[in-house]
């Protein structure tokens, strides 16, 4: 277990950033651990990365812990621990941007953390959350499992915080669960400093942030590349049809999949899925265009006669 | 010379709109500006106007129904008063920043309360930041070229911007007096039919009305802020090739014996008309006042502004609107701040006058001299008021 970093000041501050997709919970999360923290007499903040949310598209949440009444009201661009509610986000964000040299990453993942762990980094550490979501709370849930990791790692707040913070927020069959998967969390996550990790596993985990942080050919170019003068008038966008290039499909952790003796080609599925991946082939079936399914699952909940099943996709093992 | 003509602003107004060859009026009446739009959609009616006349039920839909024609390419004109631009005031911003030329005619009026129907400029002052183009008259003629003038700045393809034309109501708007009429073949000559730089079309998708993440909002404001900044040149341009066609030259900054004036009073809209009276007067008793009407309020022309007043002591600059509990009328605090950094600067005396209808006589400007020039005035007050 480590004690947490002393501040300038000789204080003890902590900041986090919490990686995650919208509707998994990372803003509860932030807030959870925070709520533990104040709980407790420190100060504490947690904020969402303020924005227009869609179930499956990455988002960010933050926690700062602090002992003394804090004035900063900016998102964390250093965060001493980055937490990564969800392994498929690993492809596509770098979720070590920014984190402190000597900073510590946690990771929802069934991999070991050598894995993971880089030069840079204090500490790795691994936690199989989703299987635990599974197991306990009957969904992939993963907010409160990734506290136990947390609470392990980190010295700052007490475990016996963060269970009186879940009891508090939630009502107690839920809360009686939540804690279960927290405890299990607690007690399965592993940890591995760098000092204790095979030379030859350190880094690998390199080549995953290189492939996050290239842009895909033919990525429309990031809000924050415009100059001002770079704008057309009034801001219209000319390139009609641009949002293909927009691939959603890359917020996906769940997949749909088609049981085709079942399906009665009805389109339904076709009609509701909000990111129109839908294709019909020529034998008239509803065949998805996996760039664009998100995975929200609204076309198995729509299919009238139960065709698509969602499944969760594989951690993929590029490492 | 061309024949004068008596009518009532209101309808010299309509006729100017009329010969722009509008293809789209929505407005809906509110005193003093109905009478603009009855005489237009009469000229609908009969035929005379071959356009859209929408009679929506309220300001903030007339607004928001020109943003959409004016979209899909259409020329497209509104106008109100007071609580009707309060109503529109959410698309105000909207039709600045999506950068649709349109124009309208803010016939003035104080915002209640208390009620009143009658003219100051507490409206147009509301919606200073608005980003549009905002230009002010002072009698029937210039309301009338105005309109063919706006049309010709905001559709200029290096400008965008939507244009308000302001003329005080009432005193303007009511008033019955001459102007010299166009023929529509000079006014098509000046104003050729709109050409859309972009314009919603099914065969030619675009995206317009676009959202704006945190990570671009500045970079589209600092956008915004240098189009209505670079129009300038190009409005001068209007008022010039307006000037060659009709003999009538319009400037950002009307000057009337400033060249050697000691005290010049800073007007805007039509009291500037009794203020020259006034003028004209205290020279006779051999006193150096001078006149500058600001036509040309936003963008705002410093450098015409600081080049008119230099040598000048003291402006007396009139405001028809309170800027409440800040520190002087909202002209006079921005004349103020932009004269901030020069080095010989006038005294700048804020005075509140013509609120709600309260007229300003030549014997009232002349007593707001008197009391500037023997040191008696303070810097903000309003003007006249008792007690
Ligand atoms: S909704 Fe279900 S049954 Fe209908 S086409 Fe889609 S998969 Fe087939
Ligand atoms: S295909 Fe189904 S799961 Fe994928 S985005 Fe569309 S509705 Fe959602």
């Known amino acids: 277990m480590v004690v947490f970093k002393k501040g300038k000041g000789g204080e003890k501050v902590l900041e986090i950033r919490f990686h995650g997709r919208g509707g998994q919970g990372a803003v509860t999360s932030a807030e959870l651990f925070a709520q533990a923290a104040i709980m407790e007499g420190k100060y504490a903040q947690a904020f969402p990365s303020f924005g227009p949310e869609r179930r499956g598209a990455p988002v960010v949440a933050f926690c700062r812990i602090d002992d003394r009444p804090i004035f900063l009201r900016t998102e964390i661009n250093e965060p001493d621990i980055v937490m990564v509610l969800d392994p498929s986000l690993l492809s596509v964000v770098d979720v070590t941007a920014g984190l402190k040299d000597d900073g510590i990453l946690i990771i929802n993942s069934e991999k070991e953390p050598h894995h993971f762990m880089l030069e840079r980094l204090e500490q790795a550490a691994t936690i199989n959350a989703t299987q635990i979501a599974l197991d306990i709370l009957k969904r992939p849930i993963t907010n409160t499992v990734l506290l136990g990791a947390l609470a392990r790692i980190s010295a700052v707040v007490k475990m016996e915080s963060i269970i009186d913070a879940i009891e508090q927020r939630f009502d107690a069959k839920n809360a009686a669960r939540n804690v279960q998967a927290l405890q299990k969390a607690f007690a399965e996550t592993l940890i591995l400093s760098k000092n204790d990790c095979k030379p030859e596993s350190l880094n690998s985990f390199q080549k995953y942030i290189a492939a996050a942080s290239t842009t895909r050919e033919g990525a429309p170019k990031a809000d924050s590349e415009y100059l001002w003068n770079e704008l057309q008038p009034g801001c219209v966008v000319t390139d009609a049809g641009n949002a293909k290039s927009f691939r959603t499909g890359d917020w996906r952790s769940f997949l749909p999949v088609l049981n085709k003796e079942r399906c009665i080609r009805c389109g339904v599925c076709w009609v509701f899925c909000p990111d129109m991946a839908y294709r019909q082939d020529q034998e008239g079936y509803y065949l998805v265009d996996l760039d664009y399914c998100k995975g929200c699952g609204i076309c198995a909940q729509e299919c009238p006669v139960g065709a698509i099943q969602m499944e969760m996709e594989k951690e993929a093992d590029a490492v | ?387």
């Not at chain 2, 009432?170 to 314009?199: C, G, N, R, T, W």
């Open chain 2, 1 to 387: 010379m061309k024949k004068r003509v008596g009518m009532e602003v209101s309808f010299a107004a309509a006729e100017a709109v009329k010969l722009c060859n509008v293809d789209v009026v929505a407005a809906y009446p509110i005193t003093p500006q109905t009478h603009i739009v009855e005489r237009l959609s009469e000229y609908v009616a009969n035929g005379e106007l071959d356009a859209e006349f929408v009679p929506v039920e309220s300001e903030h839909s007339a607004l928001s129904l020109c943003v959409g024609s004016q979209a899909a390419g259409a020329r497209s004109f509104t106008c109100t008063s007071s609580q009707g631009l309060a109503l529109m005031n959410e698309i105000v911003y909207i039709t600045s920043s999506m950068r649709l030329p349109m124009v309208m005619m803010l016939v003035n009026r104080s915002l209640s309360g208390p009620l009143s129907i009658w003219n100051d400029h507490s409206d147009v002052m509301s919606i200073r930041d608005c980003g549009w183009i905002q230009l002010f008259v002072k009698n029937s003629q210039e309301v009338f070229d105005h309109a063919f003038i706006a049309y010709k700045i905001a559709e200029d393809h290096n400008v965008l911007l939507p244009v308000i034309i302001n003329f005080d109501g009432f005193i303007l708007s009511h008033m019955f007096e001459s102007v010299e009429l166009m023929e529509p073949d000079v006014v098509q000559q000046y104003l050729p039919p709109y050409e859309p730089k972009y314009a919603l079309h099914p065969d030619r998708a675009l995206t317009m009305g676009t959202y704006g993440m945190p990570a671009v909002f500045t970079e589209a404001k600092k956008a915004q802020d240098e189009a209505l900044l670079a129009s300038y040149p190009h409005i001068l341009e209007a008022w010039k090739a307006w000037g060659d066609l009709s003999g009538r030259h319009y400037h950002p900054v009307e000057e009337f014996l400033t060249k050697d004036a000691e005290t010049i009073f800073v007007t805007l809209g039509s009291f500037g008309e009794t203020a020259g009276e006034a003028v004209k007067a205290l020279r006779e008793k051999g006193h150096k006042a001078g006149l500058l009407h600001l036509r040309l309020w936003r963008p705002f022309p410093f450098d015409a502004f600081c080049q008119a007043i230099q040598g000048a002591r003291n402006l007396i600059v009139i405001d028809r609107a309170v800027s409440f509990g800040g520190p002087g009328g909202p002209v006079a605090s921005e004349i103020r701040s932009a004269l901030y950094n020069k080095e010989k600067r006038p005294g700048v005396y804020s005075m509140i006058a013509g609120l709600g209808g309260r007229d300003v006589t030549v014997r009232d400007y002349m007593q707001m001299f008197e009391s500037v020039t023997a040191g008696k005035a303070s810097a903000y007050e309003i003007f006249g008021v008792r007690g």
